[in-house]
């Protein structure tokens, strides 16, 4: 039984450190498959029904194990129309098989959310200026770790490209005579030195990296290196403020829904509408009411829209805070 899983993108594939994680912690996870340079047959795949946010959708959907770095995990393919096999790993034993496709597939629903957050409410915006000390048991990855890392992968980049070069110079003289082929013997000398020479670096740098720590804790780092933080406990009450405001703005986008056509798509389109838009407000105390009349839409559509929203709205008999005054909403369009 997993203590919880965790679902992301291909850049935190590592699966020695998946297997580590549910070995040591219960902690299982949910990603993309890399490098896959196998294809299922198709008949193996089966029509399942996939349950996302949106609906329910049908698949072709397959699953079978795999080991990847000795870790044996379960793999689920989806099969598109156009051919193309979508794989996904995971170290769950427990959900279903279209339930690690949904988990995998309704991701993007969260990223939508983030990218929203951050275009419409500045979600990413740095609130206060200055730093604090990191947790000094936080584990970081080392840095002359990391450093031998982008020389090593700089290295194998490189090396990659004089391959590539090699052969396509080998392809492109097959078919040639025996005097072009001779002239072309001394630039391809050339180029298997020059990989001899990367293949030499790439051992060597691997061998140091070998020697070094992949991970520290933060005290483990010379006092001058530490890493610091961003100080976040402002910023943690802005974004649950900000994280409010989205779920009111949902609750309004559903209570809109059923009187404006395609609400799914620019619902929350009306809405920015509505928040930016001049309004008058009239407070009668003598009959505590809190009238707040909203200037018309950009469009008549928008409008009668607006007047079911206020209708609904009314209905809640909502008292404005820290007063007597009931709040009525109107639209001066109507």
């Not at 396509?168 to 030195?193: P, R």
Request: charged share 30%.
């Amino acid at each position: 039984m997993p203590r919880f899983t965790l679902v992301f993108d291909r850049e935190a594939y590592e699966p020695a450190f998946f297997g580590e994680l549910w070995e040591s912690y219960r902690v299982a996870v949910v990603t993309y498959r890399k490098n896959v340079a196998d294809f299922w047959e198709e008949e193996c795949f089966n029509d399942m029904v996939v349950p996302l946010f949106s609906g329910n959708v049908t698949m072709r959907i397959c699953e079978r194990e795999t080991i990847l770095s000795q870790i044996v995990f379960r793999e689920v393919r989806r099969l598109s129309d156009n051919g193309h096999q979508t794989a996904i790993i995971t170290t769950n034993r427990i959900i279903d098989t279209a339930q690690v496709a949904a988990k995998m597939f309704s991701r993007w629903n969260q990223e939508n959310y983030f990218r929203y957050m951050i275009q419409e409410f500045d979600l990413d915006r740095i609130i206060e200026y200055g730093s604090e000390p990191e947790n000094p048991d936080k584990t970081v990855v080392n840095p002359p770790y990391r450093k031998i890392s982008n020389q090593l992968k700089k290295a194998r980049e490189k090396k990659a490209r004089l391959q590539a070069k090699m052969f396509a110079a080998i392809e492109e003289h097959l078919d040639s005579d025996l005097e072009t082929v001779a002239a072309c013997l001394g630039e391809q000398a050339a180029i298997n030195e020059k990989i001899q020479e990367y293949d030499k670096l790439i051992t060597g740098l691997g061998g140091q990296r070998n020697s070094i720590l992949s991970r520290v804790a933060v005290r483990q780092m010379p006092k001058d290196k530490r890493y610091n933080r961003q100080k976040k406990e402002s910023k943690l009450l802005i974004n649950i403020i900000k994280m409010m405001a989205y779920r009111a703005e949902t609750a309004m986008v559903n209570l809109v829904r059923p009187h404006y056509a395609n609400s799914d798509k620019d619902g929350r389109t009306l809405l920015r509408e509505i928040f930016t838009s001049p309004a008058d407000i009239f407070p009668d105390y003598g009959n505590k009411t809190l009238t707040v009349v909203l200037h018309s839409m950009s469009n008549p559509r928008r409008n009668r829209a607006v007047a079911e929203l206020c209708t609904t709205l009314n209905e809640t008999q909502t008292i404005y805070p820290q007063t007597e005054l009931k709040i009525i909403f109107k639209s001066i369009a109507i």
